[in-house]
């Protein structure tokens, strides 16, 4: 399975951010997975690459000309996809994937992670997403997509399909046990007039 890890470029402030990038990493080369990533070598998005390159995964970096020439790349990468923009390194990303994962990050990570929200709401594929909510990261996020149920612009059927789970390890049974369906479990239509 190609596993997607949206993540930050900087480590941030709390150690276990980068221990569970690290385990993430680790997870995915233990089991056979195959790590997609935005292709640097430094903050968060290094540690999961380094800790899948050093347990023996395919690690596929896609990464925009211009952070390239910066020197950020990381080296030794199974495959190194390199693109123009930022807007095609994440439909890449999206393409390339199979289970998409979010670690603590910034807007980027917010922006990456929100297009697959979209699509879980709009059965484009995928159904499931995972955010992994090291120390209570994502609550502010998770506080927010419930008030848009509460506000009737998400539903819950599709909140549900949005996992915030708290280590690793819940975030591989959680990914083991993904729903893949479609979106018929959720009520109502897609989209309505008005």
Known sequence: MNITVYCGSNPGDNPRFTEAAHALGTWIAQNGHTLVYGGSSVGLMGAVSRAALEGGAPVIGVEPAFFIEAGVAQHDLTELIVC???GERKA???ELGDAFVALPGGVGTLEE???IFTRVRLD???HECFLLNIDGFYDPLAAFLASMVDHR???QCDLDRCHFPR?????AHLVATADTRPRTRCEGPLLQKG
């Open 84 to 86: 123009d923009t930022m």
């Open 92 to 94: 890449k990303m999206i």
């Open 113 to 115: 992670i929100t297009e």
């Open 124 to 126: 484009m594929g995928p």
């Open 153 to 155: 612009f998400f539903d």
């Open 167 to 171: 280590s690793v390890d819940e975030l």
